[in-house]
């Protein structure tokens, strides 16, 4: 049973350009999060992907954005980087009965670094 | 809006000893999830345990077990004959019982010493 799968591991980017984080769920969940995770802190959450919509979304700006496709692998994006966008880029899938919540299980995460 | 408080930011603990670890939160839901996760190292994050607010009874996993206190908000982690595979940043987080949003603890560091 594949777990929750991440590409790419590592990325390295420079301030204005923009970058695309892929993430595959758990076998049988159809919600996916992504989260933020600056070094040394607990994670943040960014936004939420059920049936191809965003439900949910954390306190950041339009600059990120995501996307889920029909078979609930989802992708983050990241507009006009920052140096302060450098983090570890955490997904997490569950299912999602009614919205009920669920244990999100966690992906490997994305590294990524603004230079 | 929901927060979680994790007061320790390091722990040391001696092989095969046991160790708690703290958190407490903040919340005017009656019904949510509290879970503790392990990021080792290698940066995956584990869970290793989850409590539902409604069951009285603390969730037990092996060698790791909580002690949920509701009315004081307080949902602390043990673990028992600790192993040097322990040593990881732990970190408590909260969700309420419909959304799925997870929010987290600044975490504890735990070292396990032999």
């Known amino acids: 049973d594949a777990g929750v799968t991440q590409s790419p591991t590592h990325l390295i980017k420079t301030r204005g350009q923009q970058v695309t984080l892929r993430c595959s769920p758990k076998s049988g969940h159809d919600t996916v999060s992504w989260y933020q995770q600056a070094l040394g802190q607990g994670p943040q959450f960014i936004f939420q992907?059920?049936?191809?919509?965003?439900?949910q979304r954390g306190n950041f700006p339009d600059r990120f954005s995501g996307h889920q496709f029909p078979n609930y692998s989802s992708e983050l994006n990241v507009n006009a980087l920052l140096l302060g966008d450098s983090a570890l880029y955490l997904c997490?899938?569950?299912?999602?009965?009614?919205?009920?919540?669920?244990?999100?299980?966690f992906g490997p995460g994305t590294r990524l670094t603004v230079l | 809006a929901q927060t979680v408080t994790q007061s320790q930011p390091e722990m040391s603990v001696q092989e095969a000893e046991t160790v708690t670890l703290s958190c407490t939160y903040d919340?005017?839901?009656?019904?949510?999830?509290l879970f503790w996760y392990k990021q080792p190292p290698s940066r995956q994050m584990i869970l290793v345990i989850r409590q539902e607010a409604y069951k009285q009874q603390n969730a037990t996993e092996n060698r790791f077990s909580v002690n949920f206190q509701k009315a004081a908000k307080s949902f602390s982690l043990k673990i028992s004959d600790s192993q040097l595979g322990d040593t990881a940043m732990y970190f408590c987080a909260f969700s309420m019982e419909y959304g799925n949003k997870l929010v987290f603890g600044a975490g504890t560091i735990l070292r396990v010493k032999s």
């Open positions: 919340t005017s839901e009656n019904n949510y999830y």
């Open positions: 997490a899938s569950s299912l999602d009965p009614s919205g009920h919540s669920d244990t999100q299980y």
């Open positions: 992907y059920y049936e191809e919509e965003e439900r």
